[in-house]
C-alpha cells in the first residue's frame, strides 16, 4: 500500500513564505515525476509544479520566479517552497506522484491535500 502525506500547509499574509513536503511511503520500488497541484474553491485543479526523477522541473506561469519545487529521492519526498505569497495562492494543494509499487505498472497516487490561506 502506497501513501502520499503532505504536510507544511497554513495561514500567512501576504509576501510570506511556507514549504510544503510531501512524503511517499509504503512498498516502493521506484518514483517517476511528482508534483504539485492545487485546488481554489469553485475552481478546477491545477498545476502548481511538477519534477522529473532526474531533477527537471516545470512551473505554471503563475508561480514561476516565486515557487520552488525539489525533490529527496532517497527520502522518497518533494517539497514546495512559496515565496512572495499572494491571496490568489490560496487553495488546497495536493501532491501527485508516479509510482511503481510492488507489481511492474506505474501508478499515479494523491495525497489527501493540506491548506493554505494568504491573506492580504
Known amino acids: 500500500q502506497v501513501q502520499l502525506v503532505e504536510s507544511g500547509g497554513g495561514l500567512v499574509q501576504a509576501g510570506g513564505s511556507l514549504r510544503l513536503s510531501c512524503a511517499a511511503s509504503g512498498s516502493i520500488l521506484r518514483i517517476n515525476a511528482m508534483g504539485w497541484y492545487r485546488q481554489a474553491t469553485g475552481k478546477q485543479r491545477e498545476l502548481v509544479a511538477d519534477?522529473?526523477?532526474?531533477?527537471?522541473?516545470n512551473y505554471a506561469d503563475s508561480v514561476k520566479g516565486r515557487f520552488t519545487i525539489s525533490r529527496d529521492n532517497a527520502k522518497n519526498t518533494v517539497y514546495l517552497q512559496m515565496n512572495s505569497l499572494k491571496p490568489e495562492d490560496t487553495g488546497r494543494y495536493y501532491c501527485n506522484a508516479d509510482i511503481q509499487g510492488g507489481g511492474p505498472w506505474l501508478y499515479d497516487y494523491w495525497g489527501q491535500g493540506t491548506q493554505v490561506t494568504v491573506s492580504s
Open positions: 519534477i522529473t526523477s532526474g531533477g527537471s522541473t
